[in-house]
């Protein structure tokens, strides 16, 4: 019989209920009492990244279109009798999901029926229904949303950054796939997708808001069907440590070119979770307002306030970039690359360390305050089996000298490229 | 929870609640104008600046660091419009101090922001030159950047014919021409009748009152607020749709269908918005999307302040027209009367969620009294709901019959 464990914020005394039930599923929940919303996240480990993959009872991997994760999550949501969003029409809830590069994730949020849109949320998850008429009109549909994305110069600069860094990684592939690549969709694939990475084992039931823990293990208990770990793994190829190119360019319709300045980081899987935290206060000092580098460049009118900072990290990846608008996005970048080399020596400043931890400990405390905020961070700690409080036990004890080891030992400029994307008319920059 | 309502000395009405639940104090101060009275691009750099500097922290980087130290205090300004008029909002949302043991000295955050907008830095009695050009360009290239979001841009481009000859169809920040016209002195001058000749409003959320008297205090350092009207401003009628093309160079084309009726019929209305594309189970996304497969998103919206219906699609180019056809196909049902209970609960449903969640944070709160105060209607969530679940089906369908189609707005891909 499986332990209840309450795992206390000894920071900020917030708590979380986590049980994992027979099956392998992980269910974490935080009760917040007085708040008028719940929300609710049922998530497996299964993204546009697990491209290739077996199970226990297959003789060999198996490599699937691009896409497919997206296209499943799409297609999950209808039903041989009814589909999921007409049942939650009549509990009120309003409901998403989305697929991300190593997840996909199905949530609801609402004021009432919690209960009745959980038991919805974990039947229509695991009651997938294909067939060839389906599978069909979905083409149609998700090839406009390809399109919708492809017209975002914000997600091609990001995507052509991912693929000056990667060579072979598959976090480079767009996560909805192309036109091209979900024509090859077919329900048998769907299946076996569906079989191989939504299996209890494999998933994480999070929840946050006005709602009793006791309760959701009951739903969780009753509703997850009993299935035998079928020990999925992907095969992911061997990365190379180098980049691809240290530059691209794309034309799109842009007000004045965007760029990304991406570094592609060597991080053990093991101690991922406190370098993303390191990450960010190392980062957010980088682009901070106070920062001389955000001055310097500022005044030579090479930046606006859009200068800015983000990273995403997974399985096998880890990249901290630099986002912005600039006339000569390689001024900045070189800019950019210089800073770094002489904090690379010097070390940051400790007053702006200080302040960066503080700001970042404002953010967690507002976080922990807003139901959605909650329910994300719990859904995101139960899928990469982290503490839920993983972030406030490194940035409470963060000091200055983690940001410059970081900085000295996984940030080689050598690895950094620079992807822009600019207007036709932006022509020769300068 | 508790709401608190009260009139200051100057006329500036402060609208508080206080939850102790949160963990979160916001102050927002709105000031209010008539668009046509407004010169929106030296107003648009005015506000930023305002938000980026103080007397007290005369550089951007200052009164950044000051911001930090307060575990991340957030200064903020934004401009908006509703009707016809123009607000503009400088607000701050910070850690309560029950929060924050170590804090030195009380109510830095409200000094803060009142001192913003009543103690500026100003050098030789104008915007400092070096900040005010870091604005001044911020604002330039958000213009330019009007094309990146490529839905967003769609709304833009449109309004300006969809609010034909009214003061709504101004272009908030200004175009490119005013904003480069705009200097230090002239920013500030305007930025000062401005403020003194608006409608001023205080909204507050937090975890207590502790900081009631200090807003009071800090308010009388405020201009004397002025009464205007024109937050609700129905949308003239067109006497036959007008339709405007543009090229663009994308993948996907996206078109924009707007409706006006005549008067307003804000709760009828909404819920028609809804049922026809609202929710997941709306007739826009079942049939344009699901059934016939011709889009990932079929929108609909009610602008209330203008009395404006919009539906917004993005759709392969060689579909447009038949999407548009589906579009009205689908509002033709609900003028016939063709509305499910299922669809009719769905969308009551939505509201429900939406207005039960009113409360769940000091934005949502902040948001639903100012949203109060500009409908000029006072009421709680709950007394909203009542008013939406008296609309019946044959209300639906009878203002589904009073729409009169009046743009359509379309960005054709090269």
Redesign the interface.
Known sequence: MAELKLIENKYTGDKTYYYKLDVGTDVLIAEM?????SIAYFGTRYGSVNNKFKTISDDDFIEVPEGIAHYLEHKLFENEDCGA??RY???????NAYTSFDRTCYYY????NFYDSLEILLDFVQKPYFTDETVA?????????I??T?????WRVFFDLLRNIFYKSPVKIDIAGTVESIAKINKELLYKCYNSFYNPGNMVLACAGNIDHEKVISYAEKYIRNEKDNKVISEFPVEPKEIVRKRSESI?????P?FNIGFKCDIDEKTRARYEVIADIAFQLLT????EL??DL??K?LI???FSYEFFSGHGYFVPLISG?SIDPDAVNEAVIAEIKKIQDTGVDENLF???K??????L??D????DSVASKLILAGLDKRDPYYESNYLYELKAEDINKFLREKIDCEKSSLSIVKNKRNGDLA | MKYKEKIFKNNIKYHEVTDEKFKTNLCDIYFTRKINEVKTSDIAIASDYISSCTEKYNSISALNSKLNMLYGANLYSSISKRGDVFLMNIGISFIDEKFIPEKSQKNEELNILFDSITKPFLVDGEFDKNIFELKKKDLLDDIKADINDKRRYLFLKSSKYIYKDEPASLPLYGNEEDAKAVNPKSAYEIFCDFINNSEINIFYSGVNDKNSEVIEELAKNLPESKKIDGYISPSGLKSELLTKKETIHTNQSKFLLSYKINGIDRYTMSLLAIILGGTPTSKLFLNVREKQSLCYYCACSYVYSKSTLIIDCGVEKENIEKAKKAIEEQVDEIINGNISDTEMFSAMQSIVNSAKAIGDTVRSYNSWISSCEFNNEIITPEEMLEKYQAVTKEQISKVANDLVPDTFYVLESE
Do not use: H, L, W
């Open positions: 009492p007085g708040f008028s919303s969003f007409e029409a009549k509990t009120g809830a309003s409901a949020k609402c004021t009432d009109k979905e083409q149609g549909i998700i090839g406009q949303e399109k919708m492809n017209d975002d110069p914000e799109m319709e842009v007000g004045i965007i901070d307002k106070s920062f955000y001055k500022a005044e009118d606006n306030s859009n608008e200080e302040e960066i503080r700001c970042a400990i404002g953010s405390i507002k922990s305050n807003i139901v």
